[in-house]
């Protein structure tokens, strides 16, 4: 040390002066004063830390003498790193190495980075032909490895560059006799020797022969590098994927759907399961250890999905990318490990991607608190609905990792979906069209199987933190309802106030538009809170499908296929969210809907279910899943009584609150 300024606060800066025949020599050192520990850098207080490691950092621990020293995780009882691994302690941390990176690292440095003056790719190794360095892929190209305990070529003999003699043969390989440890593989019609574990780079269209079966090679390549990926002190181990699990997976295959852009079919994968899952079992595997993604498992190809039949611009498409289907089997398997860190910590308003969850329950829980809170006099409700512009798109990668940290997702898992986000490429396809492939940094592709979850976790943060306000989410489709209490509206003489007009709200300058009624969740909800123009309009829509069954009859179809035509396409949309509006229509409305079914009844010639009974059936039905789920956010307002076997009544003050979802619900369910 030349100064005393690197010495902590706490500390003593002392000078040791020592005399030699020539010359006098100082040395600096810091001594940290007494009720401290440390080295004189750092130096802690022994009352506010004492045996507590609190004042320690991640991957330190508390020492009595040197106040916070690094864990050694390498030297635990079970080591943190995979059995092909070898674990190398860091300050804070640790590296989880290839046995390969390792020698390289220790034995030939210099391979590494220079051979022959050039610098070598990623996952290509340096190797000693006729006395010349060059680079050469270790799994398709080499003849002689660099390596004295490995070097073997295809003409039979064993070269030894050094004095240390050959490992033992293991078996006979097209002419080569492969060391031990080596596999025999069959690439591009050649049997050669490869390291299964550590010297491969290239897997020829993710063929991996680790059991001496031989594959054929199809495009395209799939390149891997020997890399480590970094795991924090709180988790120790990558999530792994079992051979079993993927073999259940294929042979789930839906054989119909669509290749991805890699050319591999869902058939493909279904029928030949068995041969392709342990292969893709050690590819996953490697993908979630190394926390890289292979590039050919992130190509997409896009393509634009009309919203509405009449397309005025872009923003009319939603871009739908095809992926992988490998990818999305691996996807499918990722996901159930992910929810088990995060579903916990979720926002419960958020309504889309959820077990036991639907568009009604967020409609109806919407309505709910705006009618318990418009019982109380002197009260109004203002509602703001939120719209995200290409919501998937505009994911950050490196933000969306830090907020799965904070949601206790290991940093081995955040690292790999950080991977899979970035360096997609991608083209769009319209008709016979294709576009020039683009490499894509944001957002997440509309079609993966993580997509919405992701985009769940990246809004979740996303809450309200006032009473009376309440942040209802669906995906991308928000509504921020604002249950606001006119404090002022009378005087100490009973006289009321006029109400003055609401204060028109802004946006980044831009104001927003207040309208009468609007299309929340599909469903058209009016100032009023009325359900007239939300049924006529279902009534529009039945009445133009019932051409359709018209047209059936004409063709002598059995009553029965008119049936579940009626079901499927007229029935749908008459009961389309119907715990929500039910109960709140007129007998008026309800007539009108009746006569829809009772047309429909004269075509077919057979009775149907009336809506009445279908509106019963489906609020029960709802009813006791939420009954039955305490992570639902309604779950709450079906309290059962002391005895058990009804439930306690909703108190309303209207009769729009009485006849909304959730006073039904408990009416309907205390008359079983």
Known sequence: MTSCDSCHSQATCLKLETEDTSSTSTTLSCQCKDGFVGDGINCYDVKECG???????????????????????????????????????????????????????????????????????????????????????????????????????????????????????????????????????????AARCADPCQHYSVLDDFWRSTDYRTYERFQPTYTYSNTYCYHRNSHYHYHSVTEKDVLKLFRKQNPRKAPGPDGVSPATLRHCAEELAPVFTDIFNISLESCHVPACFKLSTIVPVPKKPRITGLNDYRPVALTSVVMKSFERLVLPHLKSFTSPLLDPLQFAYKANRSVDDAINLA?????????????????????????????????????????????????????????????????????????????????????????????????????????????????????????DSGDDCGLQESHSPSPPLALTDSPITTVDSIRFLDTTITQDLKWEPSISSLIKKAQQRMYFLRQLKKAKLPAQMMVQFYTAIIESILTSSITVWYAGATVRDRHRLQRTVRSAEKVIGCSLPSLQDLYVSRTRGRAGRIAADPSHPGHGLFEPLPSGRRLRSIRTRTSRHKNSFFPSAVGLMNTL
């Not at 079970?78 to 290839?98: L, R, Y």
């Not at 790999?416 to 490499?439: A, E, P």
Request: aromatic content about 8%; proline content about 5%; hydrophobic content about 30%.
């Open 51 to 189: 045996a507590d490691s609190s004042c320690c950092s991640a991957g330190y621990e508390w020492s009595p003498k040197q106040g916070c020293v690094d864990i050694d995780e390498c030297s635990l009882t079970q080591s943190p790193c995979g059995a092909s691994q070898f674990c190398q302690n860091t300050q804070g941390s640790f590296e989880c190495v290839t046995n390969l990176a390792r020698r390289k690292r220790s034995v030939a440095q210099s391979a590494q980075f220079s051979c022959g003056g050039v610098l070598c790719p990623h996952g290509m190794d340096c190797i000693t032909l006729n006395g010349t360095a060059s680079c050469a892929d270790p799994c398709e190209h080499y003849t002689v490895l660099d390596e004295p305990w490995r070097a073997t070529d295809y003409t039979g003999q064993v070269h030894s560059p050094t004095a240390t003699s050959a490992a033992p043969v293991q078996f006979s390989c097209g002419g080569v006799r492969c060391p031990h440890g080596m596999d025999c593989i069959t690439l591009n019609g």
């Open 367 to 487: 309505l709910h608190f705006i009618l318990q809170h418009l019982d109380s006099p002197g009260t109004y409700a203002r509602i703001l609905f939120v719209d995200f512009s290409s919501a998937f798109n505009t994911i950050l990668p490196a933000l969306l990792q830090d907020k799965l940290s904070q949601l206790n997702v290991p940093d081995s898992i955040c690292r790999w979906i950080t991977d899979f986000l970035t360096d997609r490429r991608q083209c769009v396809r319209l008709g016979k069209n294709v576009s020039t492939t683009r490499t894509i940094n944001t957002g997440s592709p509309q079609g993966c199987v993580l997509s919405p979850l992701l985009f769940s976790l990246y809004t979740n943060c996303c809450t309200s933190s006032h009473d009376s306000v309440k942040l209802i989410k669906f995906a991308d489709d928000t509504t921020l309802i604002g249950l606001i209490s006119d404090e």
